[in-house]
T-cell receptor, first 113, second 111 residues
Framework: AQSVSQHNHHVILSEAASLELGCNYS??????LFWYVQYPGQHLQLLLK??????LVKGIKGFEAEFIKSKFSFNLRKPSVQWSDTAEYFC???????????FGRGTSLIVHP | DGGITQSPKYLFRKEGQNVTLSCEQN?????MYWYRQDPGQGLRLIYY???????QKGDIAEGYSVSREKKESFPLTVTSAQKNPTAFYLC??????????FGPGTRLTVL
């Protein structure tokens, strides 16, 4: 069965630090990849997505992610985090023709001002 | 505003009671989903529906039931058979690109 691993469960950073959150999946075929974010007290919402084309995708609020097919990875990055980036981040993968995503367990990010 | 609404926001239940969580969407999406979110466990799929009058069990369907009588609505019933129902429940829908849109969630507490 498809699995998604988020290696960092809790990350604590100071403002202006760089961020990279890991996401690896196990499926070898065609994938659609997503990062979702859940800010405190808010809806879970889409941060960015990859379907095809340029493997470097840009999302909202300065986030980006790179799809590396050979490494089965879709890591999330931001060069300089802000206190407002404090949230829980979820990686999700859709495989083949499925419409049921597999979610990672999430990474809790705390940014200190 | 297009989106997904869930009600109630907080729900308290006594052991042995069934409760129903509401989920409504006005995005004209065919597919709808129910997830359970527990700390450190991510989102686990309870039930999903691709079309009206059809739904499928997800990974943790035991103790839950759903219906899909209308495209806009996908209520979830947490039955007394669910052994550990205290959790945060999220409803979602998706359209043709399969990006998921989530509701604000319902926090269920069993007393």
């Amino acid at each position: 069965a498809q699995s998604v691993s988020q290696h960092n469960h809790h990350v604590i950073l100071s403002e202006a630090a760089s961020l990279e959150l890991g996401c690896n999946y196990s499926y070898g075929g065609t994938v659609n990849l997503f990062w979702y974010v859940q800010y405190p007290g808010q809806h879970l919402q889409l941060l960015l997505k990859y379907f095809s084309g340029d493997p470097l995708v840009k999302g909202i609020k300065g986030f980006e992610a790179e799809f590396i097919k050979s490494k089965f990875s879709f890591n999330l990055r931001k060069p300089s985090v802000q206190w407002s980036d404090t949230a829980e981040y979820f990686c999700a993968v859709l495989t083949g023709g499925s419409y049921i995503p597999t979610f990672g367990r999430g990474t809790s990010l705390i940014v200190h001002p | 505003d297009g989106g997904i609404t869930q009600s109630p926001k907080y729900l308290f239940r006594k052991e042995g009671q069934n409760v129903t969580l509401s989920c409504e969407q006005n995005l004209n999406h065919d597919a709808m989903y129910w997830y359970r979110q527990d700390p450190g466990q991510g989102l686990r799929l309870i039930y999903y529906s691709q079309i009206v009058n059809d739904f499928q069990k997800g990974d943790i369907a035991e103790g839950y039931s759903v219906s899909r009588e209308k495209k806009e609505s996908f209520p979830l019933t947490v039955t007394s058979a669910q052994k550990n129902p205290t959790a945060f429940y999220l409803c979602a829908s998706s359209g043709t690109r399969n990006e998921q849109f989530f509701g604000p969630g319902t926090r269920l507490t069993v007393l």
